[in-house]
């Protein structure tokens, strides 16, 4: 079974803090994906980043980074240099491997960010 | 227009009520996929379809019927619903490629519909 655990729940930081948040996976597939997304108050889940399993590549986007780290199960994300927009529950999600129709995710509980000016 | 649009967003219901919620994806996809959000929970997968055949019903109760009667269009049907079924529902959809690595696999959500059932 697939589990995705994010210790944290809720972080709460400055504008320009950078803050970090954890994301620990477990699954028996060698080949899989890893997601972020961001929920604003609004509701809607706003995909952030895909990685799949073999590409294990640090990535940046702007204010966003990610670490991937295979050895340890875990996709960190990092954003620099907060602002109040970001302020947010952002969800890890884990895919299993494309064997079956459907892209079903496993879902991380949520960090809940906020950041005050 | 936004990808995936959820009808009604804001939905309060008796316990015997029926109602339907309703989900249409503008962005040309082939599944689509039922999401609960509840309190303190992590988001769990209720329903997918794709290429309009139910592939995956996750122990859903009777009381949550979901139709797709075609590659855009998605809807739950609700019928004696209990308090704790009060959740945000949230709609999906993805670009299913079938087998292979090739599928990228992301889901594009829409807004939601928030229930309570009175």
């Known amino acids: 079974a697939q589990k995705v655990t994010q210790a944290q729940t809720e972080i709460s930081v400055v504008e320009k803090e950078d803050v970090t948040l954890d994301c620990v996976y477990e699954?028996?597939?060698?080949?899989?994906?890893l997601f972020w997304y961001k929920q604003p108050p609004s509701g809607e889940l706003v995909f952030l980043i895909r990685?799949?399993?073999?590409?294990?590549q640090n990535e940046i986007s702007g204010r966003y980074s990610w670490n991937f780290q295979k050895s340890t199960s875990s996709f960190n994300f990092t954003i620099t240099a907060s602002q109040v927009v970001d302020s947010a529950v952002y969800f890890c999600a884990l895919s299993e491997a494309p064997r079956a129709a459907g892209n079903k995710l496993t879902f991380g509980g949520g960090t809940r960010v906020l950041v005050k000016p | 227009e936004t990808g995936v649009t959820q009808t009604p967003r804001h939905l309060v219901m008796g316990m015997t009520n029926k109602k339907s919620l309703k989900c249409e994806q503008h962005l040309g996809h082939n599944a689509m996929y039922w999401y609960k959000q509840s309190a303190k929970k992590p988001l769990e997968l209720m329903f997918v379809?794709?290429?309009?055949?139910?592939?995956e019903n996750n122990s859903v109760p009777s009381r949550f019927s979901p139709e797709c009667p075609n590659s855009s269009h998605l809807f739950l049907h609700l019928h004696t619903l209990q308090p704790e079924d009060s959740a945000l529902y949230l709609c999906a959809s993805s670009q299913d490629k079938g087998q292979g690595i090739g599928r990228t696999g992301e889901l594009f959500f829409g807004e939601g519909s928030r229930l309570t059932v009175l």
């Open positions: 990685r799949n399993s073999f590409d294990e």
């Open positions: 379809y794709s290429l309009e055949e139910r592939v």
């Open positions: 699954t028996r597939d060698t080949t899989y994906y």
